[in-house]
């Protein structure tokens, strides 16, 4: 009987992990990372991807809001030499990126030292200013790409039909 009982337990302890990975999947609960080599620095961006769901992303915060870019632990940006964005330094070491939208269609980076639960002014390293366009297309699952155009680093973050980008180079 302790055999049939073993075995009714894995089998179910089996169907439980396999939900649970399921459900992972279908909420978008994954891990995406983005990674680029330019001017000699190494930059690596990890970050949840959660998925819309029917949501409209461009609906869910108010001005003044911030967004943690993700879901789960935070998403960080990690460079071991200083970045350039238009002027504004971020020191090379590991930062968290949060974005804040200012007002409609006007959005801005934050790298900080805290989440946005823990998230207070003294935590900010540097703002800077991204450029938001609306496209055609939606993503379901949040989307962040770092690319190089001719020595000038560029990032985006896609979710929905909000693409938000902005350009940098290595200090």
């Given at each position: 009987m302790?055999?049939?009982?073993?075995?009714?337990?894995?089998?179910?302890?089996s169907i439980f992990v396999a939900?649970?990975?399921?459900?992972?999947?279908?909420?978008?609960?994954?891990r995406g990372s983005?990674?680029?080599?330019?001017?000699?620095?190494?930059i690596a961006i990890d970050y949840g991807r959660p998925a819309l769901q029917g949501r409209d992303?461009?609906?869910?915060?108010?001005?003044?809001?911030?967004?943690r870019i993700g879901a789960n632990a935070p998403t960080t940006l990690e460079t071991d030499k200083a970045l350039d964005f238009g002027g504004t330094i971020v020191p090379k070491g590991k930062h968290i990126l949060l974005a804040r939208l200012d007002e409609p269609g006007k959005w801005t980076l934050v790298f900080s030292t805290k989440s946005?639960?823990?998230?207070?002014?003294?935590?900010?390293?540097?703002?800077?200013?991204?450029?938001?366009?609306?496209?055609?297309?939606?993503?379901e699952l949040v989307d962040i790409q770092l690319k190089n155009e001719n020595d000038t680093g560029w990032l985006e973050i896609g979710w929905g039909k909000m693409r938000l980008s902005t350009s940098f180079k290595v200090f």
């Open positions: 302790k055999r049939n009982q073993m075995f009714i337990a894995g089998v179910a302890g939900l649970v990975l399921c459900a992972g999947v279908a909420l978008g609960a994954g983005a990674k680029l080599i330019i001017g000699g620095a190494h992303m461009l609906k869910q915060l108010q001005p003044g809001q911030l967004w946005v639960f823990d998230y207070d002014p003294s935590a900010k390293v540097a703002e800077v200013p991204l450029t938001f366009r609306e496209v055609g297309d939606s993503l």
